[in-house]
């Protein structure tokens, strides 16, 4: 079992940029594939990026392409969404989540959540 624990989120002004970190407790977080996700109130939780266990592969939403990024450091058991330009529709709520093996885009997919943390873009 891996805890994960994001930070990063706060109010920040259309264009703007935030990183979200993603801190997992335990020695194995190297061996997981890790995605963040977000979800508006009422909304059901969608994909924005995902990672594999040495950061070779990556895969992003359409939405996130080109402006959001995402890394790991494995030393430090830590990920991050790099979220650059960013747009009042990426208000949300951000969950990192971890499962193991290969990077999949689905919620369902994912074994281990985070609490979130949230991101306001004002207009």
């Known amino acids: 079992q891996v805890q994960l624990v994001e930070s990063g989120g706060g109010l920040v002004q259309a264009g703007g940029s935030l990183r979200l970190s993603c801190a997992a407790s335990g020695r194995t977080f190297g061996t997981y594939a890790m995605g963040w996700f977000r979800q508006v109130s009422g909304k059901e939780r969608e994909f924005v990026a995902a990672?594999?266990?040495?950061?070779?592969?990556?895969k992003y939403a359409d939405s996130a392409k080109g402006r959001f990024t995402i890394s790991r450091d494995n030393a430090w058991n830590t990920g991050y969404l790099q979220m650059n330009s960013l747009k009042p529709e990426d208000t949300a709520v951000y969950y990192c989540?971890?499962?193991?093996?290969?990077?999949?885009?689905?919620?369902?997919?994912?074994?281990?959540w985070g609490q979130g943390t949230q991101v306001t873009v004002s207009s």
């Open positions: 990672i594999n266990w040495n950061g070779a592969i990556t």
């Open positions: 989540a971890v499962r193991l093996y290969t990077v999949k885009t689905q919620e369902y997919e994912y074994d281990n």
